[in-house]
């Protein structure tokens, strides 16, 4: 493809992203799918030009709304071009010239902007705080009070890309193995900090395609997401519920621990999820899951199956503010309930699930998100209205078999300035043991028709 080609191309994509409520890399999946004729480095191009957008947004957008002109994927463009690649109006002007691959040529307007922008750079002394960190006005105010006077430090280190992180799947091999299998492949993997079965890469490969992963060794998992698998001290023989499993990461990282021996239940309300999880599990060699549709989350199975289970790990769904280096695109576009509504579905979901843990067991509440409202506040009033629960402090919780914990905190609370992570919290709540019998399964059958 010509510079001209790829630039339009980048601006269609950039539109099918501003137009489409999905996310953007289901959407750029698809773009590039029904655009079989690109190739590879074509397509890394393009997508680097349309992320590379949605990463700069705000500072982008400032300008643009700054010099006076509207907000459209051709203008975030052309400023992207001039701020952070520092190419010239005339430039910009030669590759917008029409024609069948290159993008119409520049009205007045864009050129104007362009023009404008000739001797700026991307980042401005008078941006406010949030727009020089790319923190949408949604969010603002509660990560301000959040992280005090780290705030700037602690965006900015969103403001990248997220390493890539694998798992290594202990009952296929060890991270040793793995290491060596990568290389023969040519690539090269370090272990991570934090995970004792982690490791990350030194740029990008293509994970999928490698025989490593295709016979379950290997797993793409975030290091922050392993650690919550790490803090259910989940062991063989358990009876364990993933409670909103979702494609089933920590479902995969908790079925190892316990040696394939035991029972863990993968219950989620997205049946389709579910279903495509159960091709990674069988991936894995990991034989002691099953999977749980659940109608919300109230459904009759909790009632049927309280205090029946060992460990209950609520990863709850949230804002999705500590992926934000992942997924640029959901500061912009949250797709679906804001946080206000969020903050009751997350107590709902947690009043739910601890029905389920026997006398003695944890419940694990987990999620990818920065703000206290759904991570500390949460956990505080769930112990509130729950004196049989207790709160147990992270180096307590982690694993003796695995090596130190890797925070000595109360609460696991990682960010990427800190950890090099996802924004990641968990907390390990248990049922006091107070000698309560758990109710005998057909008893809690009899009263599901009964249930609200």
């Not at 190419?87 to 119409?104: C, Y």
């Not at 909790?302 to 769904?317: G, N």
């Not at 920065?370 to 991570?375: D, V």
Request: charged content about 25%; glycine content about 8%.
């Amino acid at each position: 493809m010509t510079p001209a080609a790829r630039i339009e191309t980048a601006i269609q994509l950039l539109t099918e992203i501003m137009d489409t409520p999905r996310p953007a890399d289901a959407i750029a999946s698809l773009f590039f799918k029904n655009r079989r004729y690109i190739g590879a480095k074509d397509r890394a191009a393009v997508a680097g030009q349309a992320y590379g957008v949605l990463r700069r947004w705000a500072r982008l957008s400032w300008w643009i709304e700054k010099v006076g002109a509207p907000v459209t994927p051709r203008t975030l463009v052309i400023a992207d071009l001039m701020l952070s690649q520092g190419k010239t109006p005339e430039s910009i002007e030669n590759n917008f010239a029409g024609g069948r691959f290159s993008p119409p040529p520049m009205s007045d307007a864009e050129w104007k902007l362009a023009k404008a922008l000739e001797t700026r750079t991307l980042a401005h002394p008078k941006q406010p705080d949030p727009v020089k960190v790319e923190v949408p006005d949604w969010a603002a105010e509660p990560l301000q009070r959040a992280f005090g006077d780290r705030f700037l430090a602690e965006m900015g280190a969103m403001l990248g890309e997220a390493p890539l992180d694998l798992r290594v799947n202990p009952v296929k091999g060890t991270r040793e193995e793995a290491i060596a299998q990568l290389a023969a492949a040519g690539i090269e993997a370090k272990p991570t900090a934090l995970s004792p079965v982690g490791l990350r890469l030194e740029g990008r490969a293509p994970i999928m395609a490698l025989q490593a992963y295709k016979d379950g060794l290997i797993e793409i998992q975030d290091e922050g997401s392993q650690l919550v698998a790490f803090l259910t001290d989940a062991q063989p023989g358990m009876q364990v519920v993933d409670f909103c499993a979702g494609a089933g990461g920590k479902t995969l990282a908790i079925a190892a621990m316990m040696e394939n021996r035991g029972r863990v239940v993968a219950a989620d309300v997205l049946a389709g999820r579910l279903t495509r999880a159960k091709e990674r599990f069988r991936r894995a060699g990991l034989h002691n899951i099953e999977t749980r549709p659940l109608a919300n989350e109230r459904d009759p199975w909790v009632k049927r199956h309280k205090l029946r289970f060992d460990r209950v790990v609520v990863d709850a769904p949230c804002t999705g503010t500590g992926t934000w280096r992942r997924n640029p695109d959901s500061r912009w576009r949250p797709l679906g309930p804001g946080l206000s509504e969020l903050e009751g579905l997350q107590a709902s979901i947690l009043e739910s699930a601890a029905r389920l843990v026997r006398p003695g067991g944890r419940l694990v509440y987990a999620t990818c998100s920065l703000l206290p409202e759904e991570n500390e506040r949460q956990v505080e009033g769930f112990l509130a209205r729950h004196p049989d629960f207790t709160l147990l402090p992270v180096p307590e919780a982690w694993p003796a078999n695995w090596g130190a914990p890797p925070v000595k905190d109360v609460m696991l609370r990682l960010t990427p300035l800190r950890h090099d992570t996802d924004g990641f919290f968990a907390a390990v709540m248990v049922r006091k043991d107070d000698g309560s019998a758990p109710v005998a399964e057909g008893e809690g059958e009899a009263e599901e028709a009964g249930e609200a």
